[in-house]
C-alpha cells in the first residue's frame, strides 16, 4: 500500500529519471554499436534535452485534464491529429489514416512499416502514474493509446509491458517480479515476451550483458535506422547484424531494457549505463529504464550528480505550442508541476477505482489489485485491431477482416461484435446507412437479441457483406445505426472503406 506523499516521491522520481535516461542516450539514437558511456556527454546548461517520449504524456496529461480520464483511442486520436506535429515513421502513418476517416486502430495497422516499433512503450508511464498499483488499469490505457499508431502490432504488446511493470512497481520492488508481472499482460508468443525471456535467460546462464545484447540482435533485430551502414559499427557489420525487418524494433529495444534492469542490480547509473551501451534506441530505452527506477526506488535512488547537470526543467520536440494555451501556455513547464497535476487525475481515478493509495491507511478499507494479468489478459487482446464505439450500455467492435479496402463487385465482408455492458437484456434494431448503389446482405435492416452482461453470451457478432457494381469514391463511408424500443440513445457506429483499386 502506498502513502500518498510516497507516490508523489516516486512519481517525481519517474519523470525526473525519464529526463536523465532521455537525455542521457539521445546522443546515441539509433546507432547499432556498443557505446562506451558512462555519463552525459553534452554541455547540457542545466536543462535536459527535448524528448518526444515525454511530449505525448504531456499532451495525453491535457486530454485527460479537458475531457476526463476514460479517454478512447478514438478521443486521443483527435488530440493527436490538433497536437502531435511530427510524420515520423509510425507518427506520420497514423497521422494520414486518421485524416483519411480510418481510426485507431485501423490507423495504426493500415500501410504501417512500423506498427513494431518503439513509438508506444515510450509514453506509457503516464498510464501507470495514474493507476498505481493497478497494472490491468494502466494495461487497458496502455493499449488504447498504442492503438494509434501502432494498430496490432509488437508496438502495442511492448506499450502494455511497460505500462504494467511500472504500475506494480508503484508497489513493487523486486526486478524479476515485476518482469514476470509485465509479461503476463501480452502474449507468450509475441515477439516481445520471446526477447525478454531470452534476456532473462542469458542473465540466469551468467553470460555478460555484451554477449547478451549480441544474442538480442541475432534473434530479435530489425533493420537499424533504414538500412544505412554509417549507423552500424564495423564489428556489428562483420557479425551479420546490417540486416533486419523494417521497423521491428520494439522486440529488441525492450529486451535491452531489461538488460539493464537486470544487470545494472539496481544501480541507477550503472543501469542507464548499460542499456545505452548496447546501441539501438537508447533515448527510449534509456528513458523508460531511467522511468522504472524513478519509481521503484523514488527520489532517495537518483544520486544529484544525475540531476545537476539537467535540472527539473522540460523541454518539447513535437507538440504543436501555438494551439496548447498560446505557445504552450498549458503545458507543466517543470517535472514538478508535471507530477503535481498527475497526482490530481490520480486522485481522480482513485475516487472512481479505489487504487490502493491513501493519505492515512489507519481505518481505511484496504482495496487491492492483482499485479499479475491471470485470464484478464485473453480479454484484453479479444478485438485486436477492431476499431471499438462505447456507448452508455453496449461497446462495438467492427471487424474488417484483413482491412478496410474494397473493391466494384467484390463482396467485402464486415462483422459487428455487439457486446451488452449492463444487467438488462435488449432487441436492439439494426440498420445500415450506405451510398444508394450498394447492397448489404443479408439485409440492411432488421433485429437481434443481446443477453444482460452477467450471462456469457452478452455478445452477438452480426456478419454482414456490402458489394456494389461501381465505387465512385475514393473514402466510402458507412455507418450502422442501433437502436433499442422504447430508450432514447441512438447509437451510430462509422464504417469508412478505401477504394483499392489502384493496387496490384
Known amino acids: 500500500m502506498l502513502t500518498l506523499a510516497q507516490y508523489?516521491?516516486?512519481?517525481?522520481g519517474c519523470w525526473i529519471g525519464k529526463n536523465i535516461g532521455g537525455?542521457?542516450?539521445?546522443?546515441?539514437?539509433?546507432?547499432?554499436?556498443?557505446?562506451?558511456?558512462?555519463?552525459?556527454?553534452?554541455?547540457?546548461?542545466g536543462e535536459p534535452l527535448p524528448n518526444d517520449d515525454l511530449d505525448i504524456q504531456l499532451l495525453w496529461l491535457i486530454a485527460m485534464e479537458e475531457r476526463g480520464l476514460e479517454l478512447s483511442s478514438h478521443t486521443l486520436a483527435e488530440y493527436w491529429m490538433l497536437y502531435v506535429t511530427p510524420h515520423w515513421a509510425e507518427y506520420g502513418n497514423a497521422k494520414i489514416h486518421m485524416r483519411a476517416g480510418?481510426?485507431?486502430?485501423?490507423?495504426?495497422?493500415?500501410?504501417?512499416?512500423?506498427?513494431d516499433s518503439c513509438g508506444a512503450f515510450i509514453r506509457s508511464e503516464i498510464w501507470a502514474a495514474i493507476c498505481p498499483g493497478a497494472p490491468m488499469l494502466a494495461a487497458e490505457h496502455a493499449y488504447r493509446d498504442a492503438a494509434i499508431d501502432h494498430g496490432d502490432g509488437e508496438g502495442v504488446y511492448a506499450a502494455v509491458f511497460t505500462a504494467a511493470l511500472e504500475s506494480a512497481a508503484f508497489v513493487e520492488s523486486?526486478?524479476?517480479?515485476?518482469?514476470?508481472?509485465?509479461?503476463?499482460?501480452i502474449p507468450d508468443d509475441s515477439g516481445v515476451a520471446e526477447a525478454v525471456r531470452c534476456a532473462v535467460q542469458c542473465r540466469d546462464?551468467?553470460?555478460?550483458?555484451?554477449?547478451?545484447?549480441?544474442?538480442?540482435?541475432?534473434?530479435?533485430?530489425?533493420e537499424c535506422f533504414f538500412g544505412r551502414l554509417d549507423h552500424i559499427s564495423q564489428r556489428d557489420q562483420e557479425r551479420g547484424f546490417t540486416h533486419g525487418q523494417r521497423g521491428w524494433d520494439a522486440p529488441s529495444n525492450i529486451a535491452i531494457l531489461v538488460v539493464g534492469l537486470l544487470w545494472g542490480d539496481g544501480d541507477f547509473g550503472r543501469s542507464l549505463c548499460t542499456t545505452v551501451n548496447c546501441g539501438e534506441d537508447t533515448d527510449c530505452t534509456a528513458a523508460t529504464l531511467g522511468s522504472i527506477l524513478g519509481i521503484i526506488h523514488g527520489m532517495e535512488g537518483i544520486p544529484n550528480r544525475w540531476i545537476e547537470p539537467i535540472g527539473r526543467g522540460i523541454q518539447t520536440a513535437c507538440l504543436n505550442l501555438g494551439e496548447l494555451g498560446g505557445y504552450g501556455g498549458q503545458l507543466p513547464q517543470s517535472v514538478d508541476e508535471l507530477t503535481d497535476r498527475v497526482l490530481r487525475l490520480m486522485l481522480r481515478m482513485h475516487l472512481r477505482r479505489g487504487l490502493p493509495v491513501a493519505e492515512d491507511w489507519s481505518g481505511v478499507e484496504v482495496k487491492t489489485y492483482p499485479l499479475?494479468?491471470?485470464?484478464?489478459?485473453?480479454?484484453?487482446?479479444?478485438?485486436?485491431?477492431?476499431?471499438?464505439?462505447?456507448?452508455?450500455?453496449f461497446t462495438v467492435y467492427v471487424d474488417y477482416g484483413h482491412g478496410p479496402g474494397v473493391r466494384a463487385q467484390e463482396p467485402k465482408v464486415i462483422k459487428l461484435h455487439v457486446e451488452n455492458t449492463y444487467k438488462v437484456q435488449e432487441m436492439l434494431q439494426v440498420r445500415w446507412h450506405v451510398p444508394a448503389s450498394w447492397s448489404v446482405l443479408p439485409a440492411a435492416q432488421g433485429t437481434t437479441f443481446i443477453p444482460q452482461q452477467s450471462l456469457d453470451d452478452n455478445t452477438r457478432t452480426l456478419v454482414f457483406t456490402l458489394e456494389t457494381d461501381h465505387i465512385a469514391e475514393g473514402i466510402i463511408r458507412c455507418a450502422v445505426e442501433l437502436t433499442a424500443a422504447g430508450r432514447a440513445q441512438v447509437m451510430l457506429v462509422p464504417v469508412v472503406l478505401l477504394h483499392d483499386s489502384l493496387t496490384i
Open 8 to 12: 508523489r516521491d516516486k512519481l517525481l
Open 23 to 45: 537525455t542521457l542516450g539521445a546522443p546515441f539514437e539509433w546507432r547499432r554499436q556498443f557505446n562506451d558511456v558512462d555519463f552525459y556527454v553534452q554541455d547540457l546548461h
Open 102 to 115: 480510418l481510426m485507431p486502430p485501423l490507423s495504426g495497422l493500415l500501410n504501417n512499416d512500423f506498427k
Open 174 to 185: 523486486d526486478l524479476r517480479k515485476l518482469i514476470d508481472i509485465g509479461l503476463s499482460y
Open 205 to 222: 546462464e551468467g553470460m555478460s550483458w555484451q554477449d547478451t545484447r549480441d544474442r538480442i540482435l541475432t534473434d530479435f533485430r530489425g
Open 372 to 393: 499479475f494479468a491471470g485470464e484478464q489478459r485473453y480479454a484484453l487482446y479479444r478485438y485486436l485491431g477492431c476499431p471499438q464505439y462505447t456507448f452508455d450500455f
